[in-house]
T-cell receptor, first 113, second 110 residues
Framework: DAGVTQSPTHLIKTRGQHVTLRCSPI?????VSWYQQVLGQGPQFIFQ???????GRGNFPDRFSARQFPNYSSELNVNALLLGDSALYLC????????????FGPGTRLTVT | KNEVEQSPQNLTAQEGEFITINCSYS?????LHWLQQHPGGGIVSLFM???GKKKHGRLIATINIQEKHSSLHITASHPRDSAVYIC????????????FGTGTRLTIIP
């Protein structure tokens, strides 16, 4: 059975541009969470979606948005990119919204120049 | 002060040594995760704990809820164990938000 998949694996953008990152959860998982990991630091929580609704949001500006589709896949969108948005973006899926183990994807490495 | 503190930040050991990585947290939690991250970024979940002790192969994780402390042990360490080990906690309310430590970089020398 396939694990969590993310696309693209690497991405280079320039300041001010927009980016869309994609995540497909493990089959049967209904919850997707997004995390940002800046080099040398632990991941930081961005969003959690469960059954297509936002269940949690971390301390990120409104330039960051996300959504979850009927097939439980998810997109993370970042507008007006800044140099500081350069990071590894991790997606994790779980069966439900609370008390479940999370399974991480390989991440998308975003570089903003 | 970070909600999740790990020690040590870096650890270098000889192959075969017994390894201990510590995690302390300051909030009430419903679960604690130990994760492994290799160069390149991919994260693998090793354990999810809410009490007691779990063992998987050469890896052992323990948690003391009263003391808000967890340890990850590796027995008979091997160079392939070289990675960053991250502790993450899930607070006592119903979503999956994890708060992560900054990780412990483990290097095992042959």
């Amino acid at each position: 059975d396939a694990g969590v998949t993310q696309s693209p694996t690497h991405l280079i953008k320039t300041r001010g541009q927009h980016v869309t990152l994609r995540c497909s959860p493990i089959s049967g998982h209904k919850s997707v969470s997004w995390y940002q990991q800046v080099l040398g630091q632990g991941p930081q929580f961005i969003f959690q979606y469960y059954e297509k609704e936002e269940r949690g949001r971390g301390n990120f500006p409104d330039r960051f948005s996300a959504r979850q589709f009927p097939n439980y896949s998810s997109e993370l969108n970042v507008n007006a990119l800044l140099l500081g948005d350069s990071a590894l973006y991790l997606c994790a899926s779980s069966l439900g919204a609370g008390g479940y183990e999370q399974y991480f994807g390989p991440g998308t490495r975003l570089t903003v120049t | 002060k970070n909600e999740v503190e790990q020690s040590p930040q870096n650890l270098t050991a000889q192959e075969g040594e017994f390894i201990t990585i510590n995690c302390s947290y300051s909030v009430g939690i419903s679960a604690l995760h130990w994760l492994q991250q290799h160069p390149g970024g991919g994260i693998v979940s090793l354990f999810m704990l809410s009490s007691g002790k779990k063992k998987h192969g050469r890896l052992i994780a323990t948690i003391n809820i009263q003391e808000k402390h967890s340890s990850l042990h590796i027995t008979a360490s091997h160079p392939r164990d070289s990675a960053v080990y991250i502790c993450a906690v899930r607070p006592n309310f119903g979503n999956e938000k994890l708060t992560f430590g900054t990780g412990t970089r483990l290097t095992i020398i042959p």
